[in-house]
């Protein structure tokens, strides 16, 4: 999964930094069935340190 993030600037929104969340993050996540932290700072120069998710099956 790909993320960006931009700030919510009232004239421009400026992009933030952007990260990916592979497979294994997503199964970790389906398999504690709860929030769960994925660190993603070496992918966006320390702008963003973690990334909170959950999943569930279909």
């Known amino acids: 999964m790909s993320v960006e993030v931009a700030d919510n600037d009232a004239f421009f929104p400026d992009p933030v930094g952007s990260f990916q969340i592979n497979n294994?993050?997503?199964?970790?996540?389906?398999?504690?069935?709860r929030v769960v932290q994925i660190r993603v700072d070496n992918q966006t120069s320390r702008q963003i340190l973690f990334a909170a998710m959950s999943a569930m099956p279909e």
């Open 24 to 33: 294994a993050d997503i199964m970790r996540a389906v398999r504690e069935g």
